[in-house]
T-cell receptor
Protein backbone atom coordinates (compact mmCIF):
# COMPACT_ATOMS: atom_id res chain seq x y z
CA UNK A 1 0.00 0.00 0.00
CA UNK A 2 1.31 3.48 -0.82
CA UNK A 3 0.24 4.88 2.52
CA UNK A 4 -1.95 7.92 3.08
CA UNK A 5 -1.79 10.17 0.06
CA UNK A 6 -2.43 13.88 0.24
CA UNK A 7 -2.58 16.45 -2.51
CA UNK A 8 -1.39 18.97 -3.25
CA UNK A 9 1.88 18.96 -1.28
CA UNK A 10 2.11 22.73 -1.45
CA UNK A 11 -0.54 25.35 -2.12
CA UNK A 12 -0.13 29.09 -2.33
CA UNK A 13 -3.30 31.07 -2.80
CA UNK A 14 -4.60 34.57 -2.43
CA UNK A 15 -6.86 35.61 0.40
CA UNK A 16 -10.51 35.06 -0.49
CA UNK A 17 -9.89 32.13 -2.79
CA UNK A 18 -11.32 28.66 -2.27
CA UNK A 19 -8.84 25.95 -1.32
CA UNK A 20 -9.50 22.21 -1.52
CA UNK A 21 -7.20 19.69 0.11
CA UNK A 22 -7.47 16.02 -0.75
CA UNK A 23 -6.73 12.79 1.05
CA UNK A 24 -6.74 9.11 0.16
CA UNK A 25 -6.53 6.93 3.28
CA UNK A 26 -4.95 3.51 3.49
CA UNK A 27 -7.28 0.89 2.08
CA UNK A 28 -9.25 -0.84 4.83
CA UNK A 29 -8.75 1.92 7.39
CA UNK A 30 -12.15 3.06 8.55
CA UNK A 31 -11.11 6.14 10.54
CA UNK A 32 -9.86 9.29 8.87
CA UNK A 33 -8.59 12.41 10.62
CA UNK A 34 -7.81 15.93 9.46
CA UNK A 35 -5.25 17.87 11.53
CA UNK A 36 -3.78 21.34 11.21
CA UNK A 37 -0.28 22.13 12.49
CA UNK A 38 1.20 25.54 13.23
CA UNK A 39 4.13 26.63 15.34
CA UNK A 40 1.85 28.48 17.73
CA UNK A 41 -0.88 25.87 18.24
CA UNK A 42 0.81 22.57 17.44
CA UNK A 43 -1.19 19.72 15.94
CA UNK A 44 -4.93 20.38 16.22
CA UNK A 45 -7.65 17.89 15.34
CA UNK A 46 -10.14 19.52 12.98
CA UNK A 47 -12.53 16.66 12.22
CA UNK A 48 -12.58 12.89 12.03
CA UNK A 49 -14.70 10.33 10.23
CA UNK A 50 -15.63 6.73 10.93
CA UNK A 51 -16.93 4.71 8.01
CA UNK A 52 -17.29 7.95 6.02
CA UNK A 53 -19.49 9.58 8.68
CA UNK A 54 -18.24 12.68 10.53
CA UNK A 55 -17.94 11.81 14.22
CA UNK A 56 -16.56 15.00 15.73
CA UNK A 57 -16.10 18.31 13.94
CA UNK A 58 -15.74 20.46 17.04
CA UNK A 59 -12.22 21.37 16.00
CA UNK A 60 -13.28 22.99 12.74
CA UNK A 61 -12.43 26.66 13.29
CA UNK A 62 -15.45 28.23 11.66
CA UNK A 63 -17.99 27.96 8.88
CA UNK A 64 -15.36 28.70 6.27
CA UNK A 65 -14.07 25.16 6.80
CA UNK A 66 -15.91 22.08 5.58
CA UNK A 67 -14.93 18.45 5.13
CA UNK A 68 -16.50 15.57 3.27
CA UNK A 69 -15.86 11.89 2.84
CA UNK A 70 -18.00 10.71 -0.08
CA UNK A 71 -16.52 7.22 0.00
CA UNK A 72 -14.04 5.08 1.90
CA UNK A 73 -11.11 6.07 -0.29
CA UNK A 74 -11.41 9.82 -0.53
CA UNK A 75 -11.85 12.88 1.66
CA UNK A 76 -11.65 16.62 1.08
CA UNK A 77 -11.11 19.60 3.34
CA UNK A 78 -12.32 22.86 1.86
CA UNK A 79 -11.66 26.42 2.98
CA UNK A 80 -13.85 29.11 1.46
CA UNK A 81 -12.94 31.94 1.58
CA UNK A 82 -9.34 31.45 2.68
CA UNK A 83 -7.57 33.90 5.01
CA UNK A 84 -3.87 34.42 5.84
CA UNK A 85 -4.40 32.93 9.32
CA UNK A 86 -5.32 29.64 7.65
CA UNK A 87 -1.68 29.22 6.61
CA UNK A 88 -0.48 25.96 8.14
CA UNK A 89 0.40 22.36 7.34
CA UNK A 90 -2.71 20.23 7.02
CA UNK A 91 -2.30 16.52 7.71
CA UNK A 92 -4.62 13.67 6.97
CA UNK A 93 -4.27 10.41 8.93
CA UNK A 94 -6.03 7.07 8.95
CA UNK A 95 -6.19 4.21 11.42
CA UNK A 96 -7.47 0.69 11.50
CA UNK A 97 -8.77 0.24 15.03
CA UNK A 98 -8.98 -3.48 14.46
CA UNK A 99 -5.21 -3.42 14.64
CA UNK A 100 -3.14 -1.51 17.17
CA UNK A 101 -4.74 1.90 16.37
CA UNK A 102 -1.49 3.26 14.95
CA UNK A 103 -2.27 6.43 13.02
CA UNK A 104 -0.61 6.70 9.63
CA UNK A 105 -0.16 10.22 8.38
CA UNK A 106 0.10 11.60 4.90
CA UNK A 107 2.98 13.89 4.05
CA UNK A 108 0.78 16.94 4.58
CA UNK A 109 -0.25 19.93 2.52
CA UNK A 110 1.62 23.15 3.26
CA UNK A 111 -0.89 25.94 2.69
CA UNK A 112 0.15 29.56 2.38
CA UNK A 113 -2.54 32.21 2.03
CA UNK A 114 -1.20 35.60 0.97
CA UNK B 1 -5.87 24.45 29.06
CA UNK B 2 -4.89 21.94 26.41
CA UNK B 3 -6.09 18.38 26.86
CA UNK B 4 -2.58 16.97 26.43
CA UNK B 5 0.30 19.14 27.63
CA UNK B 6 4.01 18.87 27.08
CA UNK B 7 7.04 21.03 27.79
CA UNK B 8 7.93 22.39 24.34
CA UNK B 9 11.67 22.44 25.12
CA UNK B 10 14.02 22.47 23.37
CA UNK B 11 16.00 19.94 25.33
CA UNK B 12 19.64 20.27 24.31
CA UNK B 13 21.66 17.22 25.36
CA UNK B 14 25.06 15.77 24.43
CA UNK B 15 25.38 12.46 22.65
CA UNK B 16 25.18 9.56 25.07
CA UNK B 17 23.05 11.41 27.59
CA UNK B 18 19.81 10.15 29.07
CA UNK B 19 16.83 12.43 28.62
CA UNK B 20 13.26 12.19 29.89
CA UNK B 21 10.07 13.86 28.71
CA UNK B 22 6.82 14.08 30.58
CA UNK B 23 3.32 14.64 29.33
CA UNK B 24 0.09 15.23 31.26
CA UNK B 25 -3.45 14.60 30.08
CA UNK B 26 -6.67 15.99 31.48
CA UNK B 27 -9.26 13.54 30.17
CA UNK B 28 -9.46 10.70 32.67
CA UNK B 29 -11.48 8.71 30.12
CA UNK B 30 -8.47 8.46 27.81
CA UNK B 31 -7.96 4.81 27.07
CA UNK B 32 -4.62 4.41 25.38
CA UNK B 33 -1.51 6.46 24.86
CA UNK B 34 1.33 6.76 22.39
CA UNK B 35 4.54 8.59 21.64
CA UNK B 36 5.02 9.83 18.10
CA UNK B 37 8.16 11.26 16.57
CA UNK B 38 8.13 14.10 14.05
CA UNK B 39 11.18 15.15 12.08
CA UNK B 40 11.46 18.66 10.70
CA UNK B 41 9.02 19.20 7.81
CA UNK B 42 7.86 15.60 7.96
CA UNK B 43 4.73 13.85 9.14
CA UNK B 44 4.43 12.34 12.64
CA UNK B 45 5.21 8.64 12.92
CA UNK B 46 4.49 6.20 15.72
CA UNK B 47 7.45 5.68 18.04
CA UNK B 48 5.81 3.42 20.61
CA UNK B 49 2.64 2.66 22.49
CA UNK B 50 2.50 3.27 26.24
CA UNK B 51 1.23 0.57 28.58
CA UNK B 52 0.34 0.80 32.25
CA UNK B 53 3.00 -1.73 33.11
CA UNK B 54 5.63 0.29 31.28
CA UNK B 55 7.32 -0.86 28.13
CA UNK B 56 10.75 -0.72 26.59
CA UNK B 57 11.94 -0.72 23.01
CA UNK B 58 15.70 -0.67 22.80
CA UNK B 59 16.92 2.64 24.20
CA UNK B 60 13.37 3.94 24.68
CA UNK B 61 11.20 3.36 27.75
CA UNK B 62 7.63 4.59 28.14
CA UNK B 63 5.64 4.75 31.35
CA UNK B 64 2.02 5.55 32.15
CA UNK B 65 0.75 6.74 35.52
CA UNK B 66 -3.05 6.77 35.40
CA UNK B 67 -3.46 8.01 38.96
CA UNK B 68 -1.47 11.15 38.23
CA UNK B 69 -2.47 11.28 34.56
CA UNK B 70 0.97 11.55 33.13
CA UNK B 71 3.07 9.71 30.59
CA UNK B 72 6.82 9.67 30.29
CA UNK B 73 9.40 8.81 27.67
CA UNK B 74 13.00 8.02 28.58
CA UNK B 75 15.73 7.92 25.96
CA UNK B 76 19.05 6.37 26.99
CA UNK B 77 22.37 6.79 25.21
CA UNK B 78 21.06 9.60 22.98
CA UNK B 79 22.12 9.59 19.34
CA UNK B 80 22.35 12.52 16.96
CA UNK B 81 19.57 10.84 14.97
CA UNK B 82 17.22 11.12 17.97
CA UNK B 83 16.96 14.87 17.32
CA UNK B 84 13.29 15.44 16.55
CA UNK B 85 10.03 16.55 18.11
CA UNK B 86 8.32 13.98 20.32
CA UNK B 87 4.53 14.09 20.48
CA UNK B 88 2.46 12.62 23.27
CA UNK B 89 -0.93 11.26 22.16
CA UNK B 90 -4.07 10.27 24.05
CA UNK B 91 -6.71 8.10 22.46
CA UNK B 92 -10.09 9.02 23.88
CA UNK B 93 -13.31 7.11 23.50
CA UNK B 94 -14.18 6.68 19.87
CA UNK B 95 -10.59 6.64 18.67
CA UNK B 96 -10.27 10.41 18.87
CA UNK B 97 -6.51 10.98 18.87
CA UNK B 98 -5.45 14.12 20.73
CA UNK B 99 -1.87 15.28 20.35
CA UNK B 100 0.24 17.32 22.72
CA UNK B 101 2.19 20.26 21.38
CA UNK B 102 5.40 18.26 21.21
CA UNK B 103 8.77 18.41 22.91
CA UNK B 104 11.76 19.30 20.80
CA UNK B 105 14.98 17.37 21.38
CA UNK B 106 18.36 18.44 20.05
CA UNK B 107 21.22 15.99 20.53
CA UNK B 108 24.63 17.62 20.09
CA UNK B 109 27.94 15.92 19.26
Amino acid sequence: DAGVIQSPRHEVTEMGQEVTLRCKPISGHDYLFWYRQTMMRGLELLIYFNNNVPIDDSGMPEDRFSAKMPNASFSTLKIQPSEPRDSAVYFCASINPGGDTEAFFGQGTRLTVV
Amino acid sequence: RKEVEQDPGPFNVPEGATVAFNCTYSNSASQSFFWYRQDCRKEPKLLMSVYSSGNEDGRFTAQLNRASQYISLLIRDSKLSDSATYLCVANNAGNMLTFGGGTRLMVKP
